[in-house]
């Protein structure tokens, strides 16, 4: 199944959000409408109450009169949806609106005197209601109590609501599709630089271009230079095994020559076994190097970093064991971590071939030392040792290959290359000088 696009995703959950948005709002709105609307009319129907009392009349025989000229034109129009009804307490009664002829007497309410109540209907065909309980005193100081209710039908209420409902939703409808088209506009222009990125990444792909050359946002220009430098180091290493091949294949093309030539002439066997010694450990420094130089990665990592410490002491536990018959004192000056944007293989082909070297050549003392420098996100250590140590104009000598300072000294003289080619590759820098301290050779390598 074929996954949504990241905009799509989006903005449906826009729009799911906007609809649950809308229509809590919608509901909450349409019941303060209808809230609001009853008070009106609760209110309306109070004043009517009033007008009425205002219009009423008690008679010397308790008789309750009503003038039939009420201030309400729709109390005198039969089916106006606007009814009058004065009662007794007991529900008889004394009196309707002309508006109110054929219609049902209504129910009193259990009032206390000077009370009223608002009574509401459900539906269409419902009715809202104000009844008011009052006492007139007559002349001759008789007290007589009566309920007044005033009636109006539901549906005008109703419809007033409705008409506010539907038009409600109509607006909220059009907003909320006018907000999701906006919505849609700015995840467009949002997602832009993503949809740039892929398409620049289809091009490397197709082989039209190297790199991300793009110019993107601040949150995905780290995203486009750690593609670069992931490409940059891939089409570095591919390069590295092409030329490594190359190297190979023709390094051993004068080997394999003497070789055969050496075969054709079957004169002198003791020429032709030291030729092939010596050219079996030529073959044997040429692969060994080869593979040295094919193995190194020289590149930054992109996820992380990797702690040098560890590594150093690891590679200063196994050299005492392998030079154990030396008597070697390896002393360690290393802070608790030092963390270096780097392959930890690379680490240990790195400071493994440095340590080693000095411990070939020292007499019997090896110092490391690591000078962290956050400031400039710079990491330098050294390695020094109390051998005789090399002359200035040699150190950058035996920096090439097969190049060893003393021929005795058991070795390929490749070690110091491949650091070399490895400390370039990580654009650090390599240094050799005298030491001062012990009085050998010191390697000062500064790694970014």
Known sequence: ??????????????????????????????????????????????????????VAELTRKGQLKITPNLHEPRFATPGSGLYAFVQRKDGALIWRS?????????????????????????????????????????????????????????????????????????????????????????????????????????????????QLHGRYPQELQALANNINGLLSSERAHLQRYRNTLADLAHSLKTPL?????????????????????????????????????????????????????????KIAASLNKVYVEKHLTISLDVPESCFVQCEEGDLYELCGNLLDNACKWCKSQVKFTILANEKDSFVRFSVEDDGPGIPDDKINDILMRGVRADQNIHGHGIGL??????????????????????????WLVCLK
Not at 12 to 32: D, N, R
Not at 419 to 441: C, F, H, P, R
Request: aromatic fraction near 6%; hydrophobic fraction near 45%; charge should be positive.
């Open 1 to 54: 199944m074929k996954a949504r696009a990241l905009s799509f995703r989006l903005l449906v959950a826009a729009g799911l959000i906007l609809a649950i948005a809308f229509g809590l709002m919608a509901f909450i709105l349409e019941q303060g409408f209808r809230n609001s609307a009853e008070r009106a009319l609760k209110e309306k129907l109070q004043v009517q109450i009033y007008a009425l009392l205002s």
């Open 98 to 210: 002309a508006s109110a002829l054929g219609e049902k007497n209504v129910l009193v309410a259990s009032l206390r005197t000077g009370e009223s109540v608002f009574l509401a209907s459900s539906g269409q065909s419902g009715r809202f209601a104000l009844q008011y309980d009052v006492i007139w005193e007559s002349d001759a100081g008789k007290e007589y109590e009566f309920v007044i209710t005033v009636a109006e039908e539901a549906a005008f209420l109703t419809g007033q609501v409705d008409s506010f409902s539907q038009t409600l939703r109509k607006w909220l409808l059009l907003v909320g599709l006018a907000l999701l088209l906006v919505q849609f506009i700015i995840l467009r222009w949002s997602l832009k630089p993503l949809r740039t990125i892929g398409k620049d990444l289809g091009a490397i792909e197709q082989g039209r271009q190297q």
């Open 257 to 313: 020559a003497i070789l055969r030539g050496s075969l054709e002439d079957r004169n002198n066997n003791e020429q032709l076994r030291i030729t092939l010694q010596n050219q079996i450990s030529r073959m044997d420094e040429i692969v060994e190097y080869q593979l040295q130089k094919a193995a190194v990665k020289g590149q930054k990592q992109v996820t992380g970093r990797t702690d040098l410490v560890p590594i150093v002491e």
């Open 417 to 442: 290359a491949v650091v070399n080619e490895l400390i370039s590759l990580l654009e650090g820098k390599l240094t050799g000088e005298q030491s001062k301290t012990l009085g050998g050779l010191k």
